[in-house]
């Protein structure tokens, strides 16, 4: 299979509202980012993908027809992916199937979501079925929390646990310079916060943002022009049937699946010793547990060990969401992109004052849909 | 499979659905500025740095290049139609106005048949606006038949762009029910019975009742009655307040697994103290419907009211 390297990244300066641009604005401010970082311009693009989460949460349908005019992407093939949460990384996958098919030398993915615009929780409730459901659908937030509550009592991952992750992440988006939510708090103050759907309280939940994230991939031959790629090593993403017969809430197995086939990929047994840093998708708390098993970071029932533990801490040995996570800013279309962004970052030393020393395998998670699409990638300084 | 309906929901039958959803647009520096403009009877453009196209109405970047927009002009109030239709009964054009590189989309005032390709025509201004900073700001334009040819000008003055917009979608939808949809509902309003379909391969009972099994890609075979008891399987404690949101907090939202099915529903627990929820619900406890009176059903889940804890 071909080799595909991340050329360059991009982000805006995300916020809980930005009024100093419009929504093509605000993703053309990641992309001229990532064309810089990756010291290229809109002529060497053959190719763009568009990522944005569902369509309700903004006013405009098609919206990659109006990016594209604002990004100077005329002429050239445009697709728009749409995946819920995860649709960066399914966007990315996309991209870089296009470099390995041979389609493309140089892919652009930009993701985005400005949250600010719309109604969330409303416009996620409408994820459900009109006829089955979507009376009593409390946007994904219900959903999220009513199966935290059954990990919580099947496999230990308690307030407390989940209570750190966010510590943690808030801890770490302080040296983020895009995170816009830069606040210090205790384990206290999360299991003290307002409960909004029990277990899952005000802290538990990312900030809404207005976002963007941009990374252009491209072929060996794009690469050899680049200082310091990051290489794919392995990208999935998949998906589980919604309202199957005994799904299972408890353990995600699209993500036990995407783990699996990317680990082979990448030829990763043992993620916990082979691999530097870690970026979880955490649209609450309770999911980056969940992650840490469905990741084989640790066995399953052994998250809230692990987050005790302080291996997942910034110092600790293997570091996850260093930036801040979702914690920072959660613009939720580009959520996902911002991870694979994070941790390409990493391993090619750019990370600033969240690099991990000597990082050279990064492993990036998202998640999407009603908890049933879920995606791994990871990424590495050496081509393999 | 054969369906026969006890009572209104037949094969053709839709649900209709509304969905409102309001939005606060952010309009961009060049959007704001050429709105606000409007209602000074100024119609604003941009140029290119980079292809020095000029675009109307201003936009922030070039739809040509990609190029950023820098500074405004001043465009002439005249120009030619380039493209004309009519939708019920406003006749629609595009204007070419004069010094502009693209078309601006507006309504025509006069008759269909006088809008013909290349007239001139001018702006038309109303005389009153409902709400200020709309492209409705701008009436339209009407014919000027011999009209000068006008010119950009740099656009010298300073107008204080809006930055947000309020906006509202309302879409209406017709949901068909579908062969196994208005079977079950019709169960649920006439015979307060929740029904199922079952995997020809697994025997799994999928409930709502579907044509194939998620799992085996096997046709389903048969109806299967399932209880309406069952074990809750997930729960979480809604105070969360949302727009669009159907209930009043503080409520319980749960998943429950009905006895004989193998697939979860999604329903409310009551029918308890709410601010024992904590301590009463546990997971894997057996809950039960409480059904709303039968003259009351409408064949919805909302004819069961929730479902309640069963204490043995």
């Known amino acids: ?384 | 499979m054969n369906n026969t309906f006890t009572s209104g929901i037949g094969d053709d039958a839709v649900l209709e659905a509304q969905i409102n959803l309001p939005y606060t647009l952010t309009t961009g520096k060049a959007a704001g500025t050429f709105l606000v403009a409007l209602d000074q009877k100024i119609i604003l453009g941009t140029t290119c740095e980079k292809c020095q196209k000029v675009i109307v109405p201003a936009t922030d970047y070039c739809g040509a290049c990609g190029g950023q927009n820098v500074g405004f002009l001043e465009m002439p109030h005249s120009g030619a139609i380039t493209a004309v239709t009519k939708v019920d009964d406003k006749v629609f054009i595009f204007v070419h106005l004069d010094g502009a590189d693209i078309d601006l989309l507006h309504i025509f005032h006069g008759d269909l048949s006088t809008a013909k390709v290349g007239a001139r025509v001018t702006a038309k201004w109303p005389e009153s606006v409902e709400v200020a900073s709309r492209i409705t700001s701008l009436d339209g334009f009407e014919l000027a038949k011999d009209s000068a040819v006008g010119s950009s000008k740099p656009f010298t003055g300073t107008i204080e762009p809006i930055s947000e917009m309020p906006y509202k979608l309302s879409l209406n939808y017709k949901h068909s029910y579908g062969p196994h949809y208005g079977r079950m509902f019709d169960e649920l309003a006439t015979n307060q019975r929740i029904i199922g379909s079952r995997c020809s391969a697994c025997h799994n009972v999928l409930v709502p009742p579907r044509e194939y099994c998620d799992i085996c890609y096997a046709q389903t075979d048969l109806y299967k009655d399932v209880s309406d008891a069952g074990k809750l399987q997930a729960f979480s404690i809604i105070n969360l307040e949302f727009v669009g949101q159907t209930r009043t907090p503080p409520y319980v939202y749960g998943e429950v697994v009905l006895d004989g099915s193998a697939t979860r529903l999604i329903h409310n627990i009551g029918g308890f103290d709410i601010t024992k929820a904590k301590e009463i619900l546990t997971i894997g406890m057996q809950v039960k419907a409480v059904w709303r009176p039968k003259d009351q059903c409408k064949g919805t889940l909302d004819d069961i009211e929730y479902f309640q804890p069963v204490f043995e």
Not at chain 1, 63 to 78: H, T, Y
Not at chain 1, 133 to 138: D, I, L, N, Y
Not at chain 1, 352 to 363: C, D, F, M, P, S
């Open chain 1, 1 to 384: 299979m071909r080799n595909v390297a991340i050329l360059g990244v991009g982000q805006t300066n995300h916020a809980r509202r930005r009024t100093d641009v419009s929504t093509i604005g605000l993703s053309r401010e990641a992309v001229l980012r990532a064309l810089e970082d990756a010291d290229l311009t809109m002529d060497d693009i053959d190719s763009v993908v568009v990522c944005s989460g569902p369509v309700l949460f903004a006013a405009v349908n098609q919206p990659e027809k109006w990016l594209a005019d604002a990004i100077g992407a005329r002429n050239k093939p445009v697709v728009r992916v749409t995946s819920g949460g995860g649709t960066g990384l399914a966007g990315a996958l996309a991209a870089v199937n296009q470099v390995r098919a041979g389609h493309a030398n140089r892919v652009l993915v930009i993701a985005y979501d400005k949250l600010s615009e719309g109604a969330l929780q409303y416009s996620i409730s409408t994820l459900y079925d009109p006829f089955w459901g979507r009376e009593f659908a409390v946007g994904i937030m219900g959903f999220s929390a009513a199966y935290w509550k059954s990990r919580m009592d099947l496999l230990g991952h308690s307030e407390e646990a989940a209570a750190m992750v966010s510590v943690k992440n808030h801890k770490n988006a302080l040296l983020n310079p895009y995170a816009h939510v830069k606040k210090e708090i205790t384990v206290e103050d999360v299991l003290n916060s307002k409960p909004l759907c029990w277990p899952i309280k005000l802290l538990d939940v990312p900030p809404i943002s207005d976002g963007a994230c941009a990374v252009i991939l491209g072929s060996e031959d794009a690469a050899k022009k680049s200082e310091n790629p990051a290489w794919i090593r392995g990208m999935a993403y998949y998906c589980e049937a919604e309202n199957a017969a005994y799904r299972s809430m408890i353990q995600s197995e699209p993500l036990t699946i995407a783990a699996a086939k990317v680990y082979r990929q990448a030829g990763i047994t043992n993620p916990r010793r082979q691999v530097d840093v870690v970026e979880v998708q955490e649209p609450y708390t309770c999911f980056e547990l969940s992650y840490y098993e469905g990741l084989g970071l640790c066995p399953s029932g052994g998250a809230a060990e692990l987050m005790a533990s302080g291996a997942t801490q910034i110092d600790g040995d293997i570091p996850v969401n260093p930036s801040g996570g979702c914690m920072g800013a959660n613009p939720i279309g580009a959520t996902a992109l911002i991870r694979l962004a994070e941790v390409a970052q990493q391993v090619r030393g750019k990370a600033g004052a969240y690099q991990i020393e000597g990082a050279k395998v990064g492993l990036a998670q998202a998640g999407g849909g009603w908890a049933n699409l879920r995606g791994v990638a990871v990424v590495s300084s050496e081509k393999g």
